[in-house]
T-cell receptor, first 114, second 115 residues
């Protein structure tokens, strides 16, 4: 089946530093999503990417959908303590039955040192 | 409003108990999902309902029984669970293919512990 390779698995950074994480896939996706999950909570959608080559920002977050449709990166600028959590990339495909299939990466655990 | 509400937030049950998890969304989404998530792992898909009909069952054991009473509600009935079923159960919804976007919005999850 499809798999997403997400890296790095974990990061320890100093508050104020920039962060970059990425995902690659063996398959093409029509849509790429980035989620953040806090402990004991559900994933929260951060950014959705719909077009190959698209670069999208949401505050301090910037994400790009690779031209080949097989990769994406997420950058966080000027990190703050509340950025701590697990970040998941996910590729989205329609199932053909009115719903969508999400394929998740394994997650990047971000720790921010004040 | 992108809210998916799940209840209860925490549930502890014995292996002989029968309980239910509930999920509600009022965004007019026509697809709803149940995911199971173990610690330090990504969510794993269990069931998908599209237009109130079960469209995907990812070979989930029959001790988990989903139900979609209407387009806003999704239940997960639990019976004779095992300790290894302890996990965070996530509900999600999406708009459906007619609106040409499919982002899934997740609830906060129900933390299930089976004793």
């Amino acid at each position: 089946g499809q798999q997403l390779n997400q890296s790095p698995q974990s990061m320890f950074i100093q508050e104020g530093e920039d962060v970059s994480m990425n995902c690659t896939s063996s398959s093409i996706f029509n849509t790429w999503l980035w989620y953040k999950q806090d402990p004991g909570e559900g994933p929260v959608l951060l950014i959705a990417l719909y077009k190959a080559g698209e670069l999208t920002s949401n505050g301090r977050l910037t994400a790009q959908f690779g031209i080949t449709r097989k990769d994406s990166f997420l950058n966080i600028s000027a990190s703050i303590p509340s950025d701590v959590g697990i970040y998941f990339c996910a590729g989205l495909q329609p199932t053909g039955a009115g719903s969508y299939q999400l394929t998740f990466g394994k997650g990047t655990k971000l720790s921010v040192i004040p | 409003d992108t809210e998916v509400t799940q209840t209860p937030k925490h549930l502890v049950m014995g292996m002989t108990n029968k309980k239910s998890l509930k999920c509600e969304q009022h965004m007019g989404h026509r697809a709803m999902y149940w995911y199971k998530q173990k610690a330090k792992k990504p969510p794993e898909l269990m069931f998908v309902y599209s237009y109130e009909k079960l469209s995907i069952n990812e070979s989930v054991p029959s001790r988990f029984s989903p139900e979609c009473p209407n387009s806003s509600l999704l239940n997960l009935h639990l019976h004779a669970l095992q300790p290894e079923d302890s996990a965070l159960y996530l509900c999600a919804s999406s708009q459906g293919i007619k609106l040409n976007t499919g982002e899934l919005f997740f609830g906060e999850g129900s933390r299930l512990t089976v004793l």
